[in-house]
């Protein structure tokens, strides 16, 4: 099993769309919990980190459910702009992060 | 502005070379890391460093090579045993303010 799983997608979605991603980690143990961003060919870029309580950034929200080690990532209004590859990522041990393959979005006019 | 540069931002290696992708940060980072990343596939750890004149093996260390001489620099010698070396490498540092920064990478291609 990996230690961090998502559906790779792709996630074809209109502007205006709700669109919902899914994210399972195997330890237990994990503190910290991220959603990248990664665009074609580029670096991974933070887009939020997860917090126990859920937490909101305009119009993305995390979610985290530490029972059933799931995170989830919530984008309203989904921009053309969007479409990247979103990468779930926790950590390991005090200063390593285990990456996601990535699920990928693509939104469409 | 502080961030992490790595270059060549492309480069091609023969069979049985060896070649060394540099990175420097200017954050005052005292952690570096070196990921690897494969088309589809998620980063995967090669070494880490979290404090100078130190560092560890990743998750897939073999065939890779690091030295942490000074606190911004953490070059990679990807050496002749590493039989599957085209990929996206990484390079990122971790501060306490601003979390982890990547550099924008380098395209390793062996012809």
């Known amino acids: 099993r990996k230690e961090v799983e998502q559906d790779p997608g792709p996630f074809n979605v209109p502007e205006g769309a709700t669109v919902a991603f899914n994210c399972t980690y195997s330890n237990s143990a994990s503190q910290s919990f991220f959603w990248y961003r990664q665009d074609c060919r580029k670096e991974p870029k933070l887009l939020m980190s997860v917090y126990s309580s859920g937490n909101e950034d305009g119009r993305f929200t995390a979610q985290l459910n530490r029972a059933s080690q799931y995170i989830s990532l919530l984008i309203r209004d989904s921009k053309l702009s969007d479409s990247a590859t979103y990468l779930c990522?926790?950590?390991?041990?005090?200063?390593?992060?285990?990456f996601g393959t990535g699920t990928r979005l693509q939104v469409f006019p | 502005d502080g961030g992490i540069t790595q270059s060549p931002k492309y480069l091609f290696r023969k069979e049985g070379q060896n070649v060394t992708l540099s990175c420097e940060q200017n954050?005052?980072?005292?952690?570096m890391y070196w990921y690897r990343q494969d088309p589809g596939q998620g980063l995967r750890l090669i070494y880490y460093?979290?404090?100078?004149?130190?560092?560890q093996k990743g998750d897939i260390a073999e065939g890779y090579s690091v030295s942490r001489e000074k606190k911004e620099s953490f070059p990679l010698t990807v050496t002749s045993a590493q039989k599957n070396p085209t990929a996206f490498y990484l390079c990122?540092?971790?501060?306490?303010?601003?979390?982890?920064?990547f550099g924008s990478g380098t395209r390793l291609t062996v012809v």
């Open positions: 954050l005052n980072h005292d952690a």
């Open positions: 990522v926790v950590n390991k041990d005090t200063d390593k992060l285990i």
């Open positions: 460093s979290q404090i100078v004149n130190d560092f």
């Open positions: 990122a540092s971790k501060g306490i303010v601003r979390g982890y920064t």
